[in-house]
Nanobody, 125 residues
Framework: QVQLVEFGGGWVQPGGSLRLSCTASGLRLDYYAIGWFRQAPGKEREGISCITNDGDTIFYADSVKGRFTVSRDNAQNTASLQMNDLKAEDTAIYYC??????????????????WGQGTQVTVSS
């Protein structure tokens, strides 16, 4: 059974940092690009980053560029999203997803192979 699980969500004050992890079971992540998405209350889910299967290329949405950093460790079958200088508008449920492709066409993964269950990130004072 394929499963992606995110860890690391929580509450943080504006300007703070959180690190999300995405682990996979039943699926070798090194075959796939990994996308990060988020869904804020009352809004549609949006893609914010994509990292190629080998980790050599990463795309970011403008809204997170310079503040968020994506990485992956294929040996551990994991991916991470480091979020710094968090803002209230970053409040959302965050998801990782394995693409059907090893490459990224941009910061949004268009065709998802598997989704994680999501983890809540709340930024408030």
């Amino acid at each position: 059974q394929v499963q992606l699980v995110e860890f690391g969500g929580g509450w943080v004050q504006p300007g703070g940092s959180l690190r999300l992890s995405c682990t996979a079971s039943g699926l070798r992540l090194d075959y796939y690009a990994i996308g990060w998405f988020r869904q804020a209350p009352g809004k549609e889910r949006e893609g914010i980053s994509c990292i190629t299967n080998d980790g050599d290329t990463i795309f970011y949405a403008d809204s997170v560029k310079g503040r968020f950093t994506v990485s992956r460790d294929n040996a551990q079958n994991t991916a991470s999203l480091q979020m710094n200088d968090l803002k209230a508008e970053d409040t959302a449920i965050y998801y990782c997803a394995a693409s059907v492709s090893p490459i990224c066409s941009g910061y949004v993964v268009r065709s998802v192979h598997s989704w994680g269950q999501g983890t809540q990130v709340t930024v408030s004072s």
